[in-house]
């Protein structure tokens, strides 16, 4: 069992202190013998594990397994591309997107609802007004396609 102040409870309500603190216990059960910092540790690195296997079966994986070793494979690499690159753009793009789910990183930055017009050789993007995130996806775009620092 850990033991951990409630930070989401402010001290102070107006003038008056908090009668005595609040905390939020954490059971978890393990046989190692590792202190419990220690083994609290791993356990949340598992629940990190967990939802990327959760994330990634509800995308790409879904398909295996197929008949085919090769298509599962196949299908294996391009899903390890993918999801390294969308965790890359959620993490340049805002706090709120390196924390979010590849479906949300795909209905937010990936499937633009813009429009190309190509004019004089030139190719214009346009995005609709008042699209919510227009802000970070054009912070993506400006961050990607940003000219390299001076060495």
Not at 125 to 141: D, E, I, M, S, V
Request: proline share 7%; aromatic share 8%; net charge positive.
């Amino acid at each position: 069992m850990r033991r951990v102040r409630d930070l989401a409870k402010p001290a102070v309500v107006g003038e008056q202190g908090e009668l005595f603190p609040v905390w939020r216990h954490h059971p978890f059960f393990t046989d190692t013998p590792a202190p419990t910092l220690e083994a609290e540790r791993e356990h949340r690195h598992h629940a990190v594990v967990e939802q990327v296997i959760a994330d990634s079966k509800a995308s790409a994986l879904a398909h295996l397994p197929s008949g085919h070793f090769h298509a599962n494979a196949a299908w294996l690499i391009q899903w390890a591309m993918a999801y390294n690159l969308l965790r890359a753009a959620g993490a340049l793009t805002s706090a709120f997107h390196a924390k979010a789910t590849t479906a949300t990183l795909r209905a937010h930055l990936v499937q633009v609802p813009a429009r190309i017009a190509r004019s004089a050789r030139r190719v214009t993007l346009h995005l609709p007004r008042n699209w919510r995130w227009q802000k970070a996806w054009t912070h993506l775009f400006d961050t990607v396609h940003r000219p390299p620092e001076p060495a």
